[in-house]
């Protein structure tokens, strides 16, 4: 069991009363509480916030989305317990992880590539997209980036390479299209 656990035991409500009981408390609330059997087995008893006299050994906090958390009460006596668990997210999948920091390495890469590209500095944005292209080759942007500072220095037939690239990878992308056409018949 993963995670950090908060567990509070709160003072004995009446050290002269005969009957105990046990209260859980969950952060997020609404998290199922069963009691593990001594096989092993967990029976469903309710969701938190959640009291019960009943004797129990070992209590199984869970909430989807939540690393679960197993308390162990051991043998009541004439007291009250009440147990506050802080439930921790899951961690991510490490694969989705990956995907989504690739995803942001890529977003701020174009911002970037657009900044160079406004501020005139066009080998650099060059240089930058031509390694990004290599990293994301199925990626029609960098490649309209590209084509779009052969464009902006002149070189009309570079750009149009670039151009057809991004319109194989995204056959629906109208500016692309237009662009390249108006390059088409300035050639011809």
Do not use: W
């Amino acid at each position: 069991m993963k995670g950090f656990i908060f567990l509070l035991l709160a003072l004995t409500l009446g050290s002269c009363s005969s009957s105990s009981s046990i209260r859980i408390k969950s952060v997020p609330e609404g998290a199922s509480v069963s009691a593990i059997d001594s096989d092993g087995s967990a029976n469903v008893l309710g969701k938190t916030p959640f009291e019960t006299s009943e004797s129990m050994h070992s209590l199984l906090i869970e909430k989807e989305g939540f690393e679960s958390t197993r308390i162990f009460v051991g043998r009541l006596h004439s007291e009250n317990y009440e147990y506050a668990v802080k439930l921790v997210p899951k961690s991510e999948d490490p694969k989705l992880t990956d995907v989504k920091s690739r995803y942001e390495r890529l977003a701020k890469n174009i911002a970037k590539a657009n900044n160079l590209i406004k501020s005139k500095r066009y080998s650099e944005a060059d240089s930058l997209l031509v390694n990004l292209t290599n990293d994301y080759p199925y990626v029609s942007v960098g490649y309209d980036l590209l084509g779009n500072i052969s464009y902006l220095q002149k070189d009309f037939k570079r750009a149009v390479g670039y151009y057809q690239k991004s319109l194989e990878l995204n056959p629906e992308n109208v500016e692309t299209k237009q662009v390249l056409d108006r390059l088409r018949s300035m050639s011809n």
